[in-house]
């Protein structure tokens, strides 16, 4: 089948890594990904992860901490099939597999273990016939696909698939290996979810799977069902058992009609940012003022971290009084407490999507 050609050329919102000594900027979709200088200019589309005709790197990838190893799932409209690319920590293509999807899927994002990588099929597939009629994207939700979860061996091989309730995977919170299962905790939004709106009758929650690959099966359990999105952990720990992760409370971001073709509005974001503690089974809130509108938390440990939680977390926050931003830097051990510090920017950044904390 045809497709975009590599090295799409246009500017990446989605994202942004720092791998093999470079910044780069993603989105998904075959679109190169932009290199940035270190004061953050763009120096241009770069090749890194190119494989073939629009397979590069795509906005969602996981970094092994351990090995540097990068992982991406990519995808295509128009392909019947997903590519998973592994980097090495020079940015080396050491390894690609197709993943056959028997349809044209949207992939948005993907888990890693120490053994597997953890595919999603959701039921939301290339519909070009959906801008015809007015929507805004070309994928819509597909009552003949069941959603299914899949291991793929990190060395390659078969896709071990196993249907789970009707949803989109949205945003992976982390996944890890435990004796013979595969647990995975990730934000989900409900069955047909309307991409052409970004609309649905339920709001998106915290959910757990736990895969039984011998048996074939998955329990599903509900972590938080408070709204919430842009989940997150310690890069130390992606891959590996975790006790805690951070996400945004976006009551008011489901609530809202969010327009496809400009920055998502602050009012679309709440004012509170969630600690999970997934050993306890409890949870902590930061909230900021009334008015104000707070995106994705990005965890940055210790200098010499002594706990999983030693370290600092860090979000925009919109000052709608200064009409700007600042850069909010909470304590994590102590997370409902003041901030720690407060970098007022010069302007107004919009809020939305993700980022990283890349030192110097």
């Not at 590069?56 to 019947?80: N, Q």
């Not at 299914?148 to 949205?170: H, I, K, N």
Request: charged fraction near 20%; charge should be negative; aromatic fraction near 8%.
């Amino acid at each position: 089948m045809s497709g975009p050609t590599a090295g799409a050329d246009f500017s990446c919102n989605t994202h942004v890594i720092g791998h093999g000594g470079r910044t780069l900027t993603l989105t998904e979709g075959g679109a190169a990904p932009q290199e940035l200088s270190y004061e953050l200019d763009s120096i241009g589309p770069c090749s890194l992860g190119a494989t073939r005709p629009g397979f590069t790197i795509p906005a969602h990838t996981k970094r092994d901490p351990r090995t540097g190893e990068l992982h991406s799932i990519s995808y295509v409209a128009g392909f019947d099939f997903v590519r998973h690319t592994v980097l090495d920590a020079a940015g080396e293509v050491t390894h690609v597999q197709d993943i056959e999807m028997g349809g044209s899927v949207m992939m948005h994002d993907f888990a890693l273990t120490e053994r597997h990588v953890v595919v999603y099929d959701s039921p939301v597939t290339f519909r070009p016939e959906a801008l015809q009629a007015g929507a805004g994207v070309p994928f819509a939700w597909d009552d003949r696909r069941p959603a299914r979860v899949g291991l793929l061996p990190r060395t390659g091989g078969d896709v071990r698939w196993t249907e789970v309730g009707p949803c989109f995977a949205s945003h992976t919170l982390n996944a890890y290996d435990d004796g013979p299962y595969v647990v995975v905790e990730l934000v989900t939004l409900p069955e047909r979810f309307d991409f052409g709106t970004l609309t649905a009758d339920r709001y998106g929650v915290l959910d757990r799977w736990t895969i039984d690959p011998v048996a074939g099966t998955v329990r599903e359990e509900r972590i938080d069902d408070r709204p919430q999105e842009f989940p997150r952990v310690s890069e130390s720990f992606v891959s590996r058992r975790h006790r805690y992760g951070y996400a945004a409370a976006t009551a008011a971001m489901y609530r809202a009609y969010v327009p496809l073709d400009g920055p998502l509005p602050d009012a679309a974001f709440d004012n509170a940012l969630i600690k999970h503690d997934l050993l306890r089974g409890s949870c902590e809130i930061h909230r900021f003022a009334p008015d104000a509108a707070v995106g994705e938390a990005v965890f940055v440990p210790s200098e010499s971290p002594a706990a999983e939680d030693d370290g600092y977390v860090l979000a925009y926050a919109h000052d709608p009084v200064r009409g700007a931003a600042d850069l909010v830097v909470l304590s994590a051990q102590d997370f409902t407490a003041e901030p720690l510090a407060r970098v007022h920017l010069p302007r107004r950044v919009p809020l939305g999507l993700h980022g990283n904390w890349l030192p110097g």
